[in-house]
C-alpha cells in the first residue's frame, strides 16, 4: 500500500522566515496531495491540495510543489506569521486505492 | 452550512467494553471516512463508506467495524476495548469519493480506555 513520509517532524522559524516541509510518496499512481494544518485541539483542515497534473500551486503565502518523478511534494511557507504555528499533516491518495494516506505530521512553531 | 458533526465528544470506557461512535456529514456529502489519530501514529485511515457501502477499509483488527445509514450519517463500532484503543477519531466527509475531493474533517471523538 502507499507509504508516505513527512520531514521534518519539528520545525522551529523566526517570525517572517520560510518554513518548508517535504514529504514522499511510494505509490506511483498516487494523483492527489492535501496538505492539512491542524492547531491544538482542533480538528485538522486543509490549507491546500494539488493534483499530479500539476507541478506547483499558490495560495497567498502557502504554496506547494510536487516531483511526480521523484515521488515528492513540499510545503513552503513565506513570511511566518505566530498564528502559522501549528502540526502540518501531508496526505497522498489514488492510483489502485483511494484511502487517504497520511504523513507522521510536522509541529511548526513561529517564534516571534 | 453545518460542518460535520461527531458524537459524543469524550468518552471513557474500560477494556473490554464497545462502543459506538457517530458522525453526520455535511449535507449532501455522501462520503464518510474515519481516522484514528495518536501521538505516536498520527492520523491513521480506518474506512470510507461511499453510499452506504464501504469502499475501503485500513490496517486495523476486525474489532473495528463501521456502517453508513441512507442519510450519510455513520457510525463506527470498536468491540472488545483495549487500552492500545485510546486515541481520537476523527471522522471526515465529501461530495465526492476520498481521492476526488476535499475532506472535511469532525472536531473528533476523544475515546479514553481504562
Known amino acids: 500500500g502507499e507509504n508516505v513520509e513527512q520531514h521534518p517532524s519539528t520545525l522551529s522559524v523566526q517570525e517572517g522566515d520560510s518554513a518548508v516541509i517535504k514529504c514522499t510518496y511510494s505509490?506511483?499512481?498516487?494523483?492527489?496531495f492535501p496538505w492539512y494544518k491542524q492547531e491544538l485541539g482542533k480538528r485538522p483542515q486543509l490549507i491546500i491540495d494539488?493534483?499530479?497534473?500539476?507541478g506547483e500551486k499558490k495560495d497567498q503565502r502557502i504554496a506547494v510543489t510536487l516531483n511526480k518523478t521523484a515521488k515528492h511534494f513540499s510545503l513552503h511557507i513565506t513570511e511566518t506569521q505566530p498564528e502559522d504555528s501549528a502540526v502540518y499533516f501531508c496526505?497522498?491518495?489514488?492510483?489502485?486505492?483511494?484511502?487517504?494516506?497520511f504523513g507522521k505530521g510536522t509541529l511548526l512553531t513561529v517564534n516571534p | 452550512k453545518a460542518g460535520v458533526t461527531q458524537t459524543p465528544r469524550y468518552l471513557i470506557k474500560t477494556r473490554g467494553q464497545q462502543v459506538t461512535l457517530s458522525c453526520s456529514p455535511i449535507?449532501?456529502?455522501?462520503?464518510v471516512s474515519w481516522y484514528q489519530q495518536t501521538p505516536g501514529q498520527g492520523l491513521q485511515f480506518l474506512f470510507e463508506?461511499?453510499?452506504?457501502?464501504?469502499?475501503n477499509k485500513g490496517n486495523f483488527p476486525g474489532r473495528f467495524s463501521g456502517r453508513q445509514f441512507s442519510n450519510s450519517r455513520s457510525e463506527m463500532n470498536v468491540s472488545t476495548l483495549e487500552l492500545g484503543d485510546s486515541a481520537l477519531y476523527l471522522c471526515?466527509?465529501?461530495?465526492?469519493?476520498?481521492?476526488?475531493?476535499?475532506?472535511?474533517f469532525g472536531e473528533g471523538s476523544w475515546l479514553t480506555v481504562v
Open positions: 505509490d506511483s499512481a498516487s494523483n492527489y
Open positions: 496526505a497522498a491518495s489514488g492510483g489502485s486505492n483511494y484511502k487517504l494516506t
Open positions: 449535507s449532501g456529502h455522501r462520503s
Open positions: 494539488i493534483r499530479s497534473n500539476v
Open positions: 471526515a466527509s465529501s461530495l465526492a469519493m476520498v481521492g476526488d475531493g476535499t475532506i472535511y
Open positions: 463508506y461511499f453510499s452506504e457501502t464501504q469502499r
